[in-house]
T-cell receptor, first 114, second 114 residues
Framework: AQTVTQSQPEMSVQEAETVTLSCTYD???????LFWYKQPPSRQMILVIR??????QNATENRFSVNFQKAAKSFSLKISDSQLGDAAMYFC???????????FGTGTRLTIIP | DGGITQSPKYLFRKEGQNVTLSCEQN?????MYWYRQDPGQGLRLIYY???????QKGDIAEGYSVSREKKESFPLTVTSAQKNPTAFYLC?????????????FGPGTRLTVL
């Protein structure tokens, strides 16, 4: 069974600085997708970024980028120029290609210090 | 505006009672999902449905039931057989399979058993 591990329950960063959230996963498959979801205090989940495992290039969405290391099964999220609105729980998730199921990590609570 | 609605936002029930959580989407998505979220844990999949009149058990289906009579609706019933039903419940939908397509989430329902 696939598992997703987020080893940092809480992180904090100064506003305008850069922070990296860690995620590792375990799978024996080669075709899969990885995601980072954000859950702000409103508790509505929002997709931040997505990575296809077959792509070597790391995904980027504005201030958000990932460091995808397939051999190491690592998928970290980097947030540049942190803003107060980035404060949230961040969940890493995995989905096998052609499968309906998302497997989530336990989340990292990110605090932005003004 | 297209999106997913869940009602009610807060729900209280007495032990031994069944309760139904509503989930409606107007995104014309085929797939719909129910997740449960507990403190310190990631989201766990309860049930999912790819098409009308068909649904599949997720990881923690015991004590829950669903129906999918209409494409836009996927209600979840928490039965008295669910041993620890107090949790936050999230509904989601996607165009197709989770791996290939983004899941969009509703605002959630907080269920408390008194």
């Amino acid at each position: 069974a696939q598992t997703v591990t987020q080893s940092q329950p809480e992180m904090s960063v100064q506003e305008a600085e850069t922070v990296t959230l860690s995620c590792t996963y375990d799978t024996s498959e080669s075709d899969y997708y990885l995601f980072w979801y954000k859950q702000p205090p409103s508790r509505q989940m929002i997709l931040v970024i997505r990575q296809e495992a077959y792509k070597q290039q790391n995904a980027t969405e504005n201030r958000f980028s990932v460091n995808f290391q397939k051999a190491a099964k690592s998928f970290s999220l980097k947030i540049s120029d942190s803003q107060l609105g980035d404060a949230a729980m961040y969940f890493c998730a995995y989905a096998l290609f052609g499968n309906e199921k998302l497997t989530f990590g336990t989340g990292t609570r990110l605090t932005i210090i003004p | 505006d297209g999106g997913i609605t869940q009602s009610p936002k807060y729900l209280f029930r007495k032990e031994g009672q069944n309760v139904t959580l509503s989930c409606e989407q107007n995104l014309n998505h085929d797939a719909m999902y129910w997740y449960r979220q507990d403190p310190g844990q990631g989201l766990r999949l309860i049930y999912y449905s790819q098409i009308v009149n068909d649904f599949q058990k997720g990881d923690i289906a015991e004590g829950y039931s669903v129906s999918r009579e209409k494409k836009e609706s996927f209600p979840l019933t928490v039965t008295s057989a669910q041993k620890n039903p107090t949790a936050f419940y999230l509904c989601a939908s996607s165009i197709g399979l989770a791996g290939d397509n983004e899941q969009f989430f509703g605002p959630g329902t907080r269920l408390t058993v008194l």
